[in-house]
């Protein structure tokens, strides 16, 4: 699907970031059931979204370099244009969204 949206190399990374914030919802969010949502939204960007019934947020963790795990969410906000994270009565919902063509970045930042 991403590769019909013009995403290309860039679905790698989806697929990437997907993964970990599933398998961060399976390991930390206290349910075997998960929702993965993909959709474009108005800026052309598409929005990843997992949800699951746990009521917990994730956190970025220090990333400890004798520690196995913690580095998830660093990919994600490294990579991700956007991340963020909502709760419902029913759980929360873990998201982010890329765009088709990398960021530049400058001394003067994003552009």
């Known amino acids: 699907m991403l590769g ?3 995403y290309g190399e860039r679905t790698a990374i989806a697929v990437l970031l997907a993964n970990e914030l ?3 919802a399976i390991r930390h969010g206290g349910e075997r059931t998960v929702t993965l949502r993909i959709a474009l ?15 917990g947020r ?6 400890d370099p004798d520690r196995e795990n913690g580095r998830g969410l660093h990919m994600v906000a490294t990579l ?3 991340w963020g994270v909502r709760s419902s009565a029913t759980g929360k ?6 765009s088709p063509e990398p ?3 400058d001394a003067g930042g994003v552009t």
């Not at 939204?41 to 009521?55: A, I």
């Not at 994730?58 to 990333?63: K, R, T, V």
């Not at 919902?93 to 890329?98: A, C, N, P």
Request: cysteine-free; glycine content about 10%.
């Open 4 to 6: 019909t949206w013009g």
């Open 22 to 24: 599933v398998t961060n």
């Open 41 to 55: 939204v108005d800026d052309g960007r598409v929005r990843v979204e997992v949800s699951d019934g746990g009521p």
């Open 58 to 63: 994730p956190e970025l963790q220090s990333a």
């Open 80 to 82: 991700a244009e956007r």
């Open 93 to 98: 919902t873990v998201w982010f969204d890329l």
């Open 103 to 105: 960021a530049v970045f």
